[in-house]
């Protein structure tokens, strides 16, 4: 398995935190749709999800593909390691 | 359409190589109540289920997804280290011997998945409850799984899970009493 640095998995974990409010606040929100502060507090985290994201891939390559993220040269969305490697 | 994000939803660790729990595991894998099952029926109910529930369906059918590769990650490394006698010791020498440590859609005793496992009936009350029971059976075979378990890194993560199913037929009750409710003003006019 390749050696990732701690840093890693920190990032990893902020992202993964918020991410699980953001499941969550969907989730509830598909059954309670005019609870303006669970809305409030999704998009809030909504925005903290984007720097988030964009710390995690300025040192650790693309999330996500298709557009939606940038790639680094030479093209990084392959690089090891994958989810279940680390 | 999905996108993939190269994470998983909540860290999986385990403790050490174990290839009988992965045997164990593997039921939420390819089993009936399985993750794949969960997945394959809400995303297939969608396209006849009434507006109000589709977003609901979408987003716990696209999070199962997230769950099934959590699954095959414990699976993977539950089993990655393991020689063929340790496989064979717990119970997956029939496993190995078509599959190597290939993960394959199977339950614990090896039966492979079916779409029998799922249901779509056209009816949103009748779809709707089946989603509750699977939820429900799902959380009950992840405790199963947890007793099964000594690894405390393992279970970390299989508590997680068993944690989304409730929330998830928490949700599915909420949309059957949103449905019920649509029904009733119907009815008025």
């Known amino acids: 398995m390749k050696q990732v640095p701690a840093e890693y998995y920190q990032l990893m974990e902020q992202l993964q935190a918020v991410d699980f409010v953001l499941v969550e606040l969907s989730l509830y929100l598909n059954t309670h749709n005019d609870d303006l502060d669970a809305i409030n507090q999704f998009n809030h985290y909504a925005k903290e999800r984007k720097k988030l994201k964009k710390a995690f891939e300025s040192q650790f390559g693309p999330l996500q593909q298709f557009g939606n993220s940038f790639s680094a040269y030479p093209w990084n969305w392959d690089d090891a390691p994958w989810p279940w490697q680390v | 359409m999905w996108l993939y994000e190269k994470k998983l939803q909540y860290p999986v660790r385990v403790s050490t190589c174990n290839p009988m729990l992965a045997k164990f595991l593997i039921e939420q894998y390819g089993g009936a109540d399985g993750e794949l099952s969960a997945a394959l029926r809400y995303l297939n109910q969608r396209y006849?289920?009434?507006?109000?529930?589709?977003?609901?369906?979408?987003?716990?059918?696209?999070?199962?997804?997230?769950?099934?590769?959590?699954?095959?990650?414990?699976?993977?490394?539950?089993?990655?280290?393991a020689t063929p006698e340790q496989l064979k010791a717990a119970g997956l020498g029939d496993h190995y011997a078509n599959h190597d440590k290939a993960l394959y859609y199977h339950d614990a005793s090896g039966v492979p998945w079916t779409a029998s496992y799922i249901q779509a009936k056209g009816d949103p009350i009748a779809d709707l409850y089946e989603d509750i029971a699977a939820e429900e059976k799902a959380r009950a075979t992840y405790q199963w799984i947890i007793n099964l378990s000594d690894d405390p890194d393992l279970n970390d993560g299989l508590r997680f899970l068993r944690e989304r199913e409730i929330v998830h037929s928490q949700r599915f009750r909420e949309a059957v009493e949103i449905l019920k409710e649509e029904q009733g003003k119907k009815k008025i006019f």
Do not use: N, Q, R, W
Request: aromatic share 6%; no cysteine.
């Open chain 2, 48 to 81: 006849s289920i009434p507006d109000k529930v589709i977003g609901l369906l979408t987003d716990i059918g696209t999070e199962e997804f997230a769950h099934l590769e959590m699954i095959a990650t414990m699976v993977y490394k539950l089993t990655k280290d």
